[in-house]
């Protein structure tokens, strides 16, 4: 389990990175879930735009400085929020499509696809939490800040 540890950072940076590009070259499905919630259009577009970027930014922050606790936990928050936002939609009776991650598709219905990138993103916060404790009472990897 300890050869593990390395690779939290690196696939959580891979996952970041794949969901972000997908956003960018097709964002449709993300606007058209938040304006079917309620935003308008131009307000849809700039918050997956920055998400889109936030996304991207944090993915390369977790490859180049893994061990960087503030990058830990900036991501940390940003994936409690999409399971908040993923949850929330699983509660609704017919919720639009998430439109993240390619999901789309993988279930009959948009419920599920939801519920299953909530808890997806729910583990990956309890590795990502795991992974936090492991740099923090590690003294060689404590020691600095950054690589």
């Given at each position: 389990m300890a050869k593990l540890i390395p690779l939290v950072p690196l696939l959580t940076g891979l996952l970041l990175a794949y969901?972000?590009?997908l956003k960018m070259v097709h964002p449709a499905d993300s606007v058209l879930s938040?304006?079917?919630?309620?935003?308008p259009r131009l307000v849809a577009e700039l918050l997956i735009g920055t998400i889109c970027a936030v996304e991207l930014y944090l993915a390369?922050?977790?490859?180049?400085h893994p061990k960087d606790r503030a990058n830990i936990m900036v991501?940390?928050?940003?994936?409690?929020?999409?399971?908040?936002?993923l949850t929330y939609l699983g509660t609704l009776a017919d919720p639009p499509s998430?439109?993240?991650?390619?999901l789309t598709g993988v279930f009959e219905s948009n419920k599920k696809n939801a519920l299953v990138g909530a808890a997806r993103n729910a583990i990956l916060l309890l590795f990502l939490h795991w992974y936090l404790q492991r740099i923090i009472s590690d003294p060689?990897?404590?020691n600095s800040h950054r690589d």
């Open positions: 969901a972000g590009f938040l304006e079917s919630l309620g935003s390369f922050c977790l490859w180049l991501t940390m928050c940003v994936f409690f929020l999409f399971t908040t936002y998430c439109g993240c991650m390619g060689i990897q404590g």
